[in-house]
């Protein structure tokens, strides 16, 4: 095959048995990789009502179709089982190069179900597929792991859970390496329950490509494309960190919970100070844009403190949400988060919520041992991160998440776990700006998260028009619009005023389609991708590649196929309507402070919104459920959720 390995791997842990089989054709055409792979593999073979941390749970690993590749950011590996903190459709994504050995070693779909009878880790050697014990790994953390791992088998990439994922914290993250991870959904859990400690990969095979010469003249194109883009040096220098400002200057920061917009001391922690921590810039496999950051902390409580960090959503998460103003204490907790295997939006949301209901008298030292739970107090932050990863004292109720920890809780305590589908929300705060990217939190599908959806043509810095939920400014001109490569039937409906706005719910419906085929196929999301890489690069990019002539619309359609497929799975696991909303807290309360203040969302309006966003997607304006004649054009097939 081109573009393909051409093999799916099935390892049944408790049989101790590997199983390696074809890839269908076919599967290519209607799925493309990636995403699309792990919802047909978990729509064929997964239960709807099983326990996520029962042995009939299933975790499947698949690289984008054009991971192996020079495909410019082609690193992307899907991971995806049912969720233990949401207890819906699971799914992550992860770049650097595990998914590029994974492929390498002639793999194009990894599923893992059953249990070990002891812990284990699997090495998969140039298509050597081992079940190895895993004794001496046990209650290692994440870093230590790949140490070890690399010392018996040399230059490896791994995979590992750290201690929480070994007492199935839910929301552990499988720890990519050493910096990166698949973060969201608990994923570290599952691999905990099945006894796995680690995944083990390195091949030498080459992809092959069935056009060169359309091929090489593709990826040409595409790489002028992203490094074309507009902001694509400030992305370069700063990274994710180019939001700290806006953010701040909106007065829409996560301090203390979403208690606050504003937080003093927070000049500290704005992208003009990162030059003085950071070395050099680090890239994924194949990427031009180098966004993360290889840092040293030159001052302050961990001066020398060294690593890849500050990437915005660990410094939004354990900084202005935990009321922490100081680099060098950020990227501690991002250290031993990383080194417990815990995921850093629900770590840091979940200690929010007790930090909130220590300062509301709600917990007590009786509660938490004589550990006082005060803001900005990095001390405490990073005892609770090990006391959750190890299930200790009161990091045994955290580590259920906010959702199921003020269910034991109780007390009025549930009014401040913020979650949406029982998922951590992150650090963007919808009352101070509205959009897509706010929007999407209620509509995507794995919960309340923000790497599932964003405009494509969004900037940040534009104003919301006022009191206005369904349009939001748009951040080009009218001759960019016109070069968008966006399908002509949506861009007629998603640009509104020629071009002055954007309909907000279907940009969301675009923008999720979107960046499920970049999840499809192994691409980035970063801005100079997303504001530039469509369907009809994706087109030719597949074609060029594989030899499979698939049309931008049918690229889409794929999209539209593996949305519906998962929004079914959740519906059999017992989702609602009711789930589409924001906590109370976003409707009830408005931002106290800034240049928002005064400001909170309008319930009625957003509900509307979510309506006609179903409408759109050709399901049920009020269940949300889709429609049998949807599912039929989609051509899915039945299956124990349908």
């Known amino acids: 095959m081109y573009g393909y390995s051409g093999k799916i791997v099935k390892i049944d842990l408790l049989r101790s048995e590997v199983k390696k089989y074809d890839l269908p054709l076919e599967w290519c055409k209607d799925y493309i990789g990636g995403l699309g792979f792990n919802t047909k593999i978990l729509w064929d073979l997964l239960s709807p009502n099983i326990d996520p941390l029962s042995p009939e749970n299933i975790i499947v690993f698949s690289p984008g179709v054009f991971v192996g590749t020079s495909i410019p950011t082609a690193s992307r590996c899907e991971a995806s089982a049912k969720s233990p903190i949401t207890e819906r459709f699971g799914t992550s994504n992860s770049g650097l190069f595990w998914g590029f050995m994974l492929k390498a070693s002639g793999i194009d779909i990894l599923i893992v179900s059953g249990k070990a009878e002891k812990l284990s880790y699997i090495s998969i050697i140039d298509g050597d597929i081992k079940i190895c014990n895993a004794d001496h790994l046990k209650g290692l953390n994440c870093w230590d792991t790949t140490d070890f791992l690399r010392r018996d088998y040399g230059d490896v990439e791994v995979a590992s859970i750290g201690p929480a994922g070994e007492n199935m914290v839910r929301f552990a993250s499988i720890e990519n390496n050493?910096?990166?991870?698949?973060?969201?959904?608990?994923?570290?859990?599952?691999?905990?329950?099945?006894?796995?400690?680690?995944?083990?990969?390195?091949?030498?095979?080459?992809?092959?490509?069935?056009?060169?010469?359309?091929?090489?003249?593709?990826?040409?194109?595409?790489?002028?494309r992203i490094t074309s883009y507009p902001l694509f040096n400030l992305w370069r220098t700063y990274g994710t960190l180019v939001a700290s400002d806006a953010y701040s200057s909106q007065g829409i920061l996560p301090?203390?919970?979403?208690?606050?917009?504003?937080?003093?001391?927070?000049?500290?922690?704005?992208?003009?100070?990162?030059?003085?921590?950071?070395?050099?810039?680090?890239?994924?496999?194949?990427?031009?844009?180098?966004?993360?950051?290889?840092?040293?902390?030159?001052?302050?409580?961990?001066?020398?403190?060294?690593?890849?960090?500050?990437?915005?959503?660990?410094?939004?998460?354990?900084?202005?949400?935990?009321?922490?103003?100081?680099?060098?204490?950020?990227?501690?907790?991002?250290?031993?988060?990383?080194k417990l295997g815990l995921d850093c939006c629900s770590s840091a949301s979940v200690i929010a919520w007790a930090f909130e209901c220590f300062e509301k008298g709600i917990l007590s030292e009786n509660d938490t041992k004589g550990l006082k739970l005060n803001w900005g107090d990095e001390e405490a932050v990073l005892k609770l991160l090990e006391d959750i990863a190890y299930r200790r004292g009161i990091g045994n109720m955290l580590a259920e998440g906010v959702r199921k920890a003020s269910q034991i809780l109780g007390r009025g305590s549930e009014k401040y776990a913020l979650h949406i589908k029982g998922l951590e929300i992150p650090f963007r705060d919808p009352r101070g700006r509205w959009g897509v990217w706010c929007f999407g939190y209620l509509t995507n599908t794995r919960g309340g998260d923000h790497l599932r959806v964003r405009a494509p043509v969004e900037l940040f810095k534009l104003p919301q028009p006022k009191d206005e939920y369904w349009l939001e400014a748009c951040g080009v001109k009218k001759e960019v619009i016109d070069e968008l490569d966006m399908l002509e039937e949506f861009k007629s409906k998603v640009f509104i005023n020629n071009g002055e706005y954007i309909h907000i719910p279907t940009m969301t419906i675009w923008s999720e389609n979107l960046i499920s085929i970049y999840n499809s196929v192994g691409l980035c999301i970063r801005p100079p991708v997303l504001g530039t890489i469509g369907p009809i690069m994706i087109s030719k990019l597949y074609r060029?590649?594989?030899?499979?002539?698939?049309?931008?619309?049918?690229?889409?359609?794929?999209?539209?196929?593996?949305?519906?497929?998962?929004?079914?799975?959740?519906?059999?696991?017992?989702?609602?309507?009711?789930?589409?909303?924001?906590?109370?807290?976003?409707?009830?309360?408005?931002?106290?402070?800034?240049p928002n203040k005064g400001k909170k969302l309008n319930r009625k309006v957003i509900d509307e919104m979510v309506s006609e966003y179903f409408k759109l997607r050709g399901w049920d304006p009020e269940t949300g459920k889709p429609k049998e004649e949807k599912l039929k054009e989609l051509k899915i097939e039945q299956s124990k959720f349908y």
């Open 178 to 224: 050493y910096y990166d991870a698949w973060g969201r959904c608990g994923l570290g859990a599952v691999l905990g329950s099945k006894n796995v400690k680690a995944i083990i990969v390195r091949g030498d095979n080459p992809i092959k490509i069935a056009n060169m010469k359309e091929y090489e003249e593709a990826c040409i194109e595409a790489y002028s």
């Open 255 to 338: 301090v203390k919970n979403f208690q606050y917009g504003t937080i003093e001391g927070w000049e500290n922690c704005l992208r003009e100070n990162l030059h003085k921590y950071k070395k050099k810039g680090i890239s994924c496999i194949t990427c031009p844009i180098a966004c993360a950051h290889w840092v040293t902390a030159p001052e302050g409580k961990f001066k020398g403190l060294t690593l890849k960090d500050l990437e915005v959503t660990w410094v939004f998460e354990f900084g202005a949400k935990l009321g922490i103003t100081s680099f060098d204490k950020i990227m501690k907790c991002t250290e031993i988060a990383s």
């Open 544 to 594: 060029a590649t594989t030899g499979i002539n698939t049309l931008p619309e049918e690229i889409i359609t794929v999209a539209d196929r593996i949305i519906n497929m998962q929004k079914k799975m959740n519906i059999a696991m017992g989702e609602t309507r009711n789930e589409y909303r924001y906590p109370d807290r976003f409707y009830n309360e408005a931002i106290p402070d800034g």
